[in-house]
């Protein structure tokens, strides 16, 4: 049986809910720091936390889906993320929250996993990670418009994570066990195939999404601070930005993969490393704004193109899972990273040492894509492959061999 062509709508709605927390860290830091007893670096230590308690699920699960089945560790993790984060929201006591924040971080984490798993097996994975990431900017946009006119409190941020996990839950009953019925495929598929390759791009994603944090981090202090820009004006540029994501994802999902995977790769990150070292060294609103809305541009194209790699190694979307918790570990870091490096050597330095290894991280990127170049192959359901049809002449009369018969064999 061929896998569908369409997404299915629950792996879409859990990648949605895993991803939410991350988009929404610099708002749930801020209000931790605006409404809880805590130093900025505190607050991001928190941060941090939960992208690391998030980052340990995908870790744990990433060779486990299959054996606990979708439907119900995708409830589990919903489970964790709804009780958590609503309880660290209606938590006042800082114990309680910081508990609640890395019990929902591994909630989403486990979400993230089985929405990854199920996302490689499909037959068009970079269509359902561009849907996932449009459909994760678009709420996280709508949170960052609303959440500044309910109040005051930690409360609002950590609220929208717990019910969008509510609202995702519903449609977990229409998830299925990724190849459960294929029980030969998949113990075929045992060890972790591509083991260089999805190594390789685990390590340089780490590093990739460090270095795109770093900047995240600090991006408002530089606005603040360096290019004399006010509180409203440095919102206002995150905002266009973030539509401007929205754009950037649109675009991703109507190219597909008619660009191969090594060019929006290699190039994106490279164009990346200029923004970053643009935005960094603004002095003004001019080049604040453009490095910020490029990179925001920028980012969600190259992360579903990397998503897609990372899914295009196993079709059990083991190495999906591992490369995206290895990317939650480089998230974690990136703003105590960011803040070292600005209060050390300066905004514009800082930005120089992030744009240089962002350079030399999309090498071995770009080398481990054009490694796995799409090939024309039918793909079936669980990752399965037919292989090539090749026709053999069979001759039945040698005195005539401008018509032979034809036997077609499958190799």
């Known amino acids: ?37 805590l130093t900025p670096t505190q607050a991001g230590a928190v941060g941090s936390a939960l992208l690391l308690s998030s980052a340990s699920a995908g870790f744990l699960l990433a060779s486990r889906v299959d054996r606990v089945g979708a439907q119900r560790l995708a409830r589990i993790g919903l489970t964790l993320a709804l009780l958590g984060y609503g309880g660290a929201a209606l938590a006042h006591a800082l114990p309680a929250v ?20 199920g996302i490689a097996a499909l037959r068009d994975p970079h269509r359902a990670t561009t849907l996932g990431l449009l459909c994760v900017s678009a709420l996280a ?8 006119h309910l109040g005051a409190g930690h409360g609002q941020p950590l609220a929208a994570i717990a019910l969008t996990a509510l609202a995702v839950w519903p449609l977990t009953a229409r998830l299925t066990s990724s190849g459960a019925s294929q029980p030969q495929a998949r113990a075929a598929t045992t060890r972790l195939p591509h083991l260089r390759h999805g190594l390789a791009l685990a390590a340089c994603m780490l590093c990739w999404s460090l270095a795109q944090n770093s900047l995240w981090g600090v991006s408002g202090r530089i606005g603040l601070t360096q290019a004399q820009l006010t509180e409203a004006t440095v919102g206002a540029v995150f905002a266009v930005g973030l539509g401007a994501g929205l754009l950037g994802v649109t675009g991703a999902g109507a190219l597909g993969p008619r660009l191969g995977r090594a060019l929006p790769i290699g190039a994106g990150t490279a164009l990346i490393a200029v923004c970053i070292a643009l935005s960094a060294s603004a002095t003004d609103l001019t080049s604040f704004a453009t490095g910020e809305i490029a990179w925001n541009t920028l980012y969600p194209i190259v992360l579903s193109y990397v998503i897609g790699l990372a ?12 490369v995206g918790s290895a990317s939650s570990l480089g998230t974690a870091a990136g703003p105590l990273t ?23 991280v999309a090498v071995p990127m770009t080398a481990v894509a054009l490694a796995r170049r799409p090939q024309e192959t039918v793909e079936v359901a669980e990752g399965t492959e037919i292989m090539e049809i090749v026709e053999i002449p069979l001759d039945t009369n040698e005195a005539t061999p401008a018509a032979p018969d034809r036997l077609t064999a499958a190799t």
């Open 141 to 148: 946009g709508a949170v960052y418009l609303t959440v500044p």
């Open 98 to 117: 910081v508990l609640g924040v890395l019990v929902g971080g591994f909630g989403s984490g486990t979400a993230t996993a089985v929405a990854a798993t």
């Open 311 to 322: 899914a295009s190694l196993d079709p059990r979307g083991r190495w999906a899972v591992l």
């Open 338 to 360: 960011g803040s070292v490096l600005s209060a050390q050597a300066g905004f514009p330095t800082m930005g120089t040492v992030l744009a240089t290894g962002l350079l030399i």
């Open 1 to 37: 049986m061929f896998a569908p062509r369409t997404t299915p709508r629950p792996l879409v709605a859990l990648f949605t809910a895993g991803y939410l927390a991350p988009y929404l860290l610099p708002t749930v830091v801020g209000r931790l720091d605006s409404g809880l007893p």
